[in-house]
């Protein structure tokens, strides 16, 4: 049952061998055994998801069953869901109940898929490790010493202890891909624009895109088919015509071009996910495809052209968190000014404060073309490297991370150190390119590795079709962490 | 570039977050090194790049105009720190 | 030493959109507190802005009329400061590429004409209200008004007394209007100006530091705001002072100008294109087709009215400075084609004489068009004297006999005599009673003449036609 995929979820719920609100009590058993030990949830409403599967159970039972329909599904904590707690692992919305559901969650309800909670996330999104949390960090459960990765940590944990079948994430400079690499599961970040932000707590607008998290590419497939979509609501979302993810996963590899960037073998990265990494290509070659050397001259400035972009948007978006109007405000104070002050010094974290003062300053006055202009001319060039390598090939892989995850506090102290974690993915976000991370093996102290696979701009059923045939192949996607 | 303690309290300021001298040094410390990694950007010639603010190449979708929002006051304030009819409370504003 | 004062305006102009620029919440005014405040207006963690065409297209008509520059594309921004007022901490706006580059106005102060330029027109969002109400020492703050279009238009440091930056702004409100942009309701905020003034001695360059003075909410005010500023800021020259760069409050009550404390901090205000709105693209063939829909301009109806009617250049100024104005006149002329200038007079005079007299606008005028041609057509007749016509006027203003004219002349008996019969037979008892008169103008005295134009005049109790009289008297003493 945990380790069984949607599709087979989806067909024992058609055939009426399980209902929804069976499956549903499966998982928030297992939920409620295991997460007090690795704080994935932040919240859990067993009443509204029994509710939730009751209803779908009555879809079934009318025959008006779509895919995920009474399928459990965690929801990261950064997606506004009606009438529940949403906190995006903050103390300034730890009593934010949303008014309004997300473009994503209304998606999910849609369809009759069940929440089975909310994810635990580094605060608004900002962190590697999911340390940054007001609600304490979550671990990974392959090693409840190390850190499941971040800012999705929380889906990532979910998924790979089987407390959830599926996860939703978001990622802005890798945090979907990340924490799905350092848990050995499955995620995929969309082409920017494909996944409505409606509703999505903001981090960095240009970069921030929903996406799945889950144990294979198969999945994935299933899920990108709910969450994709156009919505009005949010300017930058595309109106595309809709296409089934799943129609190319069967296809062969013959012929297929793997573009592998000379920058990102280059040294820095662990010997562990290198020889992971080479085991795949390899596995890549024997289905058929061909490697080839690219260039991404530009890719080193992803990270400080990132660390500029990210907190100058972020320092703006995270404006309206003033203690007027909902969220945290600040018990004393002798007037507006100080009230604005302490709110904020005391519902943001240190990680969040840290990111808002760099936007700020990148923004302020003397600083902006020197510090935001040239970090959006280099994030043109970076852009452009990717469509010269597509010149050269289909698809283009790597390392999702440069080690396998590591302990709990041991880049607390440098956020510099914490920062080059997403060295790997960030390039993708600020290009706008579609990224994933599959399971490849595992390294150092037996913790997941993950290969990173960056696609050309909505060629995502491609980038599964090319996860299938190696999920095909392996069993990396379907361990799991045992637990006594 | 170098970082003045200065510079590090004006923003905190213009970023509406209270700061004391122990939390504004230890700031000061951690943003010089971010910065130095920035600074690697300077490294780059980009004279004639055009900036890019967006990650698509498309432009802006215009609504029609027209009301379809109803009033919600009710549920919206429910979540207030501090309402009084129907407005939201603040200490006193000062013009 | 001769002072030159030195004006440039910012207007903002609220746009007449159903819904607010970003959300589909209503612009309606005057609704209770924060009901029409939705999600986005709140700024609730999560929603996004998407751009009301509405607002563009209003944008855009302005920009055609005042023959700027429509640029394409465009970019909007975001203008980052705290204020409770203001939502999400920052406020949608335009820095770099507004909607529209320069155009200018044709301002008119007594006789003298003057072109006033436009620096940009750009397309922003309007903030709530702290209401001054105390609440226990705290203040209530309402966002309906978060939200609302505003079109900030920005002119050029080109006007040189308190006069001529009046009647640029008049020019402004009365177009907006004109082409059904924004209602002009001053008392709602719905036009809203600021004035950035500075003082420097005449024939000068270099421009004197200025301030930026607010709230300035009629046109009255604005006089005597910029009058008292200039004054305070030649002043402080004049005493070896200097003048600090601020933003000042004009306080109606006591006519001064004051610091206003709360923007005295030095902002920074961090514009960066806003990552949640794409470049706005405005094409050629949307600007024509939005060119097409605007009524005959202010200008070109001016010309048109010195032109085809030959009126002077300040009749037409007057006649179209309100689009309804000009369409009451051109209604009245429209049926007596050959006499534009009698009603050009009448509209100006007796019809704007009484309307400013009760307070009332020309839509609301007791005398429509037609009626008022009516009544014109009979002095055109000479079936009564201008004298009579105002009685008439002020009968058919009152309503009586339905505002019909000839009703109205008949029952009072104005009708000016001119049946010639009648008339003779008046001159000949006048004669015949003036025999020393008659004499004395057969000798040559003219003066004579005029007396007994008189006699037959007072006879005829005013209604006869002294034209008339005059031709038969001559006759009958030739």
Known sequence: MFNA??????????????????????????????NPSYNAFITVDEAMSLAQAKAADKKIAAGQAQPLTGIPIAQKDIFCTKGLLTTCGSKMLSNFVSPYDAGVIERFNQVGAVNIG?????????GSSNETSFYGPVRNPWDVAAVPGGSSGGSACAVAARMAPAATGTDTGGSIRQPAALCGISGIKPTYGLVSRYGMIAFASSLDQGGPMAKSAEDLALMLNVMVGFDGRDSTSLQRETEDYQHDLAKPLTGLRIGLPKEYFADGMSDDVAVATEAALEKYRQLGAKTVEVSLPNAH?????????????????????????????AKSYNDLDDMYRKSRAQGFGAEVKRRILIGTYVLSHGYYDAYYIKAQKIRRLIAQDFIDAYKQCDIIMGPTTPTVAFDLGEKNSDPIQMYLSDIYTSAASLAGLPGMSIPIGFGDKNRPIGLHVIGNYFTEAKMLNVAHQYQLETDWHLRSPQFD | MTLSLNSVKRVAELAYIETNENEASAALTQLSGIFNLIEQMQEVDTTGVEPMSHAQDVSQRLRDDIVNESDQRELFQSIAPQVEEGLYLVPKVIE | MQWEIVIGLEVHAQ???????????????????????????????????????????????LGVAVGGKINSPSIFARKNYFYPDLPKGYQISQFELPVV?????????GETEKIVNLTRAHLEEDAGKSLHKDFHGMSGIDLNRAGTPLLEIVSEPDMRSSAEAVAYAKKLHSLVRWIGICDGNMQEGSFRCDANVSVR???????????????????????????????????????????????????ADKNETRTMRSKEEAHDYRYFPDPDLLPLEISDEWINNLKATLPELPEARRDRYVATFDLSSYDAETLTSSRELADYFEAVVK???????????????????????????????????????????????STISGKAAK??????????????????????????????????????????????????????????????????????????????VNAILKQKLA
Not at chain 3, 47 to 56: E, F, R, T
Request: with cysteine; proline share 3%; charged share 25%.
């Open chain 3, 335 to 381: 049926q007596l084609p050959t006499q534009a200038k009698l009603c050009a007079n009448w509209v100006m005079g007796e019809v704007s004489g009484r309307l400013n007299k009760e307070g009332i606008e020309i839509t609301a005028c007791p005398i429509n068009p037609t009626q008022l041609a009516a009544l014109l057509s009979r002095i055109n007749d």
């Open chain 3, 101 to 109: 580059d320069g155009g200018s106005l044709k301002i008119q102060v």
């Open chain 3, 391 to 468: 009685d008439v006027f002020n009968s058919m203003w009152s309503g009586e006999h339905a505002g019909d004219a000839d009703a109205i002349i008949a029952a009072k008996g104005l009708k000016q005599m001119s049946d010639s019969g009648e008339l003779e037979k008046l001159v000949d008892e006048v004669l015949s009673a003036n025999a020393q008169q008659v004499a004395d103008y057969r000798g040559g005295k003219q003066k004579a003449f005029n007396s007994l134009v008189g006699q037959v005049m007072k006879a005829s109790r005013g209604k006869a036609n002294p034209a008339q």
């Open chain 1, 118 to 126: 909310k994810t635990n996330m580094d605060e608004f999104a900002m």
């Open chain 3, 201 to 251: 001695h005449k024939g000068t360059e270099k421009l004197g530091t200025r301030c930026e003075i607010k709230n300035l909410n009629s046109f009255r005010f604005m006089e005597k705001a910029i009058e008292y500023e200039a004054r305070r800021q030649i002043e402080i020259i004049e005493d070896g002072g200097s003048i600090r760069q601020e933003t000042r409050l004009y306080d």
């Open chain 3, 15 to 61: 746009l007449s959109t159903q819904s607010k620029i970003f959300s589909g919440a209503s612009t309606a005014y005057g609704a209770t507190p924060n009901s029409q405040a939705c999600a986005v207006d709140l700024a609730l963690p999560g929603v996004l802005p998407v751009l009301n065409k509405g607002a563009v297209e209003r944008a855009i008509k």
């Open chain 1, 5 to 34: 995929s949607l599709k087979q979820l989806s067909t024992q719920l058609s055939e009426k061998k399980i209902s929804s609100v069976e499956l549903t009590e499966i998982f928030l058993k297992q939920l409620q055994k295991l």
């Open chain 1, 301 to 329: 400035l992803s990270i400080p052209v990132y660390y500029v972009l990210a907190p100058a948007e972020a320092s703006s978006n995270l404006s309206r968190f003033d203690g007027v109007r909902y969220g945290y405000r």
